[in-house]
């Protein structure tokens, strides 16, 4: 027994999907998510849209999703296949936990996560199951170790961000102006405070949103705002829509 | 020689009692279903008793520690493997002890030249109210049954067991707090390790929440906890009055 989740899962087997092929399908997207470091820990976000082609399948999709108490997965590419990664891992770290009565290493967790990835290869290869995740952590077993940000390649190559990362069609634009607030800024994203940063966290979905129409569902006007989380030693916050809502009105008036 | 009948029986009756003889020096292991939750504890010198299972359901079991184990991991990965496969709400005791743990103890007690898995288990599910809670009692040989009352406790000692069972739902009512329930729980223990008479026995004035020399360990599946996981451990003496 080594609390390996996905070595017991050949054994038990539910239908499986049939082999894909590589047809006209157009495969939906998830776009855009990021994370970056604030004073409190990591903040991680996502918009709500999901789209296939030049349709806006969704505009109420959520992204970021918590893996177990101290770890979360923000996901870019194809729903489908990231929706299940995540599933997956949820139940390897709780198998884990449980079974082997201690918690998986931060480490393991990331490798698990890449592990995962590779073995999506021939759906990323064949392009409709191409995965580009986020994934942060913090190490439970060191109370004074910080939380870690983690970006992907479809292939599962591993890299820790030192201030942000982004993923997704719409990244480009957030990943330049985080490069330029952590250079320039004053504050710097990760001098903010949580009311700052959630604030920042919405005006570069919004900014991103002028220049990706796969971007999108985030409007202060309307109550729409990111999925936002904040991840520290004590676990994972979920800032709700009230408190983004909150933050949003101080900081315009 | 064990093909005839009469012969197997014997057998059977001999393993029966060799299993009783080991478990007699295991001590009781608790659960009580309370508004707050369900409460599970068991006491000893330190090795568990009582463990996680899923996001609502949880063991406390007595026994040789290689076999708890042995139970502990097959209920953990058939549960995992329902959660994953269809949802955590399809993961419920009925199921995980009809199709995989009682059929398992049943043949393992009645294979006679292997041996046989010495453990006496409470199995609990947490439900949306006191009342949805379910407690299951599960013997070594497969057998086991589903306590309406809210308290439960699995002993070596079907007669001892009974009488602190009486015990302790003669003393507690549904709304009593956590830390009478502890008490009587540990009352009860210390009872049934000194081997005194339930009938005289009362609740005493000052909670009981430790124990000299032993290790308490305690656990409630919180119903008020946010979040799929409602399993978390518990100090009973941080438990305020």
């Known amino acids: 027994m080594n609390g390996d989740f996905l070595a017991l899962l050949p054994k038990n087997p539910f239908a499986q999907l049939p082999a894909a092929s590589a047809s006209a399908h157009v495969p939906l997207q998830a776009t855009t998510v990021f994370a970056f470091h604030c004073a409190e820990g990591v903040i991680i976000a996502g918009d709500h849209r999901a789209t296939a082609g030049n349709t806006v399948f969704s505009d109420k999709t959520e992204k970021i999703l918590e893996l177990d108490s101290h770890s979360l997965m923000a996901i870019a590419g194809v729903p489908a296949t990231a929706f299940e990664m995540a599933r997956t891992l949820q139940t390897t770290f709780e198998f884990y936990r449980r079974s082997q009565l201690q918690g998986m290493s931060l480490q393991a967790k990331i490798r698990a996560l890449s592990k ?7 759906g990323t290869l064949q392009g409709f199951g ?9 190490d439970t077993t060191d109370r004074e170790s910080k939380p870690a940000i983690y970006f992907y390649d479809p292939l599962g190559a591993q890299f820790e961000a030192a201030e942000y990362a982004g993923s997704g069609s719409g990244s480009g634009s957030i990943k330049a102006v985080l490069h330029f607030l952590e250079k320039w800024g ?5 001098e903010m405070s949580l009311a700052q940063a959630t604030v920042l966290a919405n005006r570069l979905l919004m900014t991103a949103a002028e220049f990706d129409t796969a971007t999108g569902g985030v409007h202060p ?3 729409l705002f990111a999925t936002l989380k904040l991840l520290s030693q004590d676990g994972i916050r979920t800032i709700s829509i009230g408190d ?3 933050c949003w009105q101080e900081a315009s008036a | 020689m064990t093909e005839e009948p009469y012969r197997w029986l014997d057998a059977i009756g001999n393993r029966r009692e060799y299993i009783r003889d080991q478990l007699k020096g295991g001590t009781p292991v608790f659960a009580f279903s309370r508004p707050e939750g369900i409460l599970l504890v068991g006491i000893g010198h330190g090795m568990s008793k009582v463990f996680e299972i899923y996001d609502r359901h949880a ?7 290689v076999d708890i184990e042995k139970i502990r991991q097959a209920a953990i990965e058939a549960a995992h493997m329902e959660g994953f496969n269809r949802s955590a709400e399809d993961v419920t005791l009925r199921r995980l002890i009809s199709f995989a743990l009682s059929a398992t103890l049943k043949n393992s007690f009645e294979q006679i030249f292997s041996p046989p898995l010495m453990v006496e288990a409470i199995f609990a599910e947490l439900g949306p109210t006191s009342g949805e809670d379910v407690l299951v009692r599960v013997h070594y040989d497969g057998n086991h049954h589903y306590e309406t009352s809210g308290t439960l406790l699995a002993h070596s000692d079907p007669k001892k067991e009974e009488a602190a069972g009486a015990w302790l739902r003669q003393n507690l009512k549904p709304n009593d707090p956590m830390v009478k329930v502890a ?8 009872a049934l390790m000194d081997d005194k008479p339930f009938t005289d026995l009362s609740l005493p004035k000052e909670p009981l929440l430790q124990l000299d020399g032993k290790t308490v ?3 409630l599946l919180d119903r008020k906890m946010a979040g799929a996981v409602h399993y978390r451990t518990l100090q009973l003496n941080k438990l305020k009055a």
Not at chain 2, 183 to 190: D, E, P, V
């Open chain 2, 59 to 65: 063991l406390a079991a007595l026994g040789h520690p």
């Open chain 2, 183 to 190: 008490s009587a729980c540990l009352t009860a223990w210390q």
């Open chain 1, 186 to 190: 004053k504050p710097r994203p990760s």
């Open chain 1, 244 to 246: 983004q809502d909150r």
């Open chain 1, 221 to 223: 006007e309307r109550q």
């Open chain 1, 130 to 138: 191409v995965v580009a995740p986020i994934f942060a952590g913090v």
């Open chain 2, 217 to 219: 360990e305690a656990a």
């Open chain 1, 116 to 122: 995962l990835l590779r073995d999506n290869l021939p």
